[in-house]
């Protein structure tokens, strides 16, 4: 009978080297879910909350909701998309907040950076599109609608208006949006600041499209109202701006 000599167990790494190449491990995960998150929101979809009541009923004080900056790249925007955009400049004026500072401020700077803040919502605005550029936007034809290329949009499936009025805007205007800029208004139509309200600065009221920041898709919070942004028909049937 042969005796077997017994076998050696497996070496183990030391303790320490294993405690390291665990907390490397993670140090990666954790980097690598940072520039992912960076990249989405540079990119993709951008987080923010409606600090007015401008967009009533549509978006109301502090909705939180996704922005796309992607899919607008290819596809533009049309009449009747809500969007976010950066202040073409005053339309904020005397809305700015001091950012936290310290330790506070450094955190969310970092959250926001990597789109789990909305810190900066206050800094931008959430508006509908009702006049791309070259179309001749007019207030108002004999039923109250705004006009577009002298064609009458039906708002009042979002407007947030008195009772038993009709009248889509209180103030008169009559514009032609110039090439590479929109014209915006607020669905909660007697109290929303926007391009009315702004026509007689030097910017006209229009808001430049390399100011948009992108469409609002999803409406993420209160979970109540949470749901998809419809797209709104109410400017279907207008006519191309004339040439």
């Known amino acids: 009978m042969t005796s077997e000599s017994p076998t050696s167990p497996p070496a183990r790494p030391p303790r320490g080297r294993g405690a390291l190449a665990f907390v490397r491990d993670v140090i990666v995960i954790v980097v690598v879910a940072v520039l992912v998150s960076v990249l989405i929101k540079a990119f993709v979809v951008r987080s923010f909350y409606i600090p007015s009541a401008s967009m009533e009923q549509t978006l109301m004080v502090d909705d939180k909701i996704l922005v796309d900056e992607l899919t607008v790249d290819?596809?533009?925007?049309?009449?009747?998309?809500?969007?976010?955009?950066?202040?073409?400049?005053?339309?904020?004026?005397?809305?700015?907040?001091?950012?936290?500072?310290?330790?506070?401020?450094?955190?969310?700077?970092?959250?926001?950076?990597?789109?789990?803040?909305?810190?900066?919502?206050?800094?931008?605005?959430?508006?509908?599109?009702?006049?791309?550029?070259?179309?001749?936007?007019?207030?108002?034809?004999?039923?109250g609608q705004v006009t577009v290329n002298g064609a009458g949009i039906d708002e009042l499936d979002y407007l947030n208006l008195p009772d038993g009025s009709t009248l889509a805007s209180t103030q008169d205007f009559d514009v032609t949006v110039p090439e590479g800029a929109v014209w915006?208004?607020?669905?909660?139509?007697?109290?929303?600041?926007?391009?009315?309200?702004?026509?007689?600065?030097?910017?006209?009221?229009?808001?430049?499209?390399?100011?948009?920041?992108?469409?609002?898709?999803?409406?993420?919070?209160?979970?109540?109202?949470?749901?998809?942004?419809?797209?709104?028909?109410?400017?279907?049937?207008?006519?191309?701006?004339?040439?």
């Open 74 to 143: 290819w596809t533009g925007y049309e009449r009747g998309d809500v969007v976010v955009f950066e202040d073409p400049g005053g339309w904020l004026e005397g809305a700015e907040t001091e950012p936290p500072g310290g330790i506070t401020g450094a955190i969310d700077w970092a959250l926001n950076a990597v789109g789990l803040s909305a810190s900066d919502s206050e800094d931008h605005l959430v508006k509908r599109i009702i006049g791309m550029p070259g179309d001749h936007v007019q207030c108002c034809n004999q039923l």
């Open 184 to 243: 915006v208004m607020g669905d909660n139509r007697n109290r929303s600041r926007d391009s009315r309200y702004h026509n007689e600065q030097p910017g006209g009221g229009f808001v430049p499209i390399d100011k948009i920041v992108g469409r609002v898709v999803l409406r993420t919070w209160p979970l109540d109202r949470f749901g998809t942004l419809e797209h709104s028909t109410a400017a279907v049937g207008v006519p191309d701006a004339a040439q």
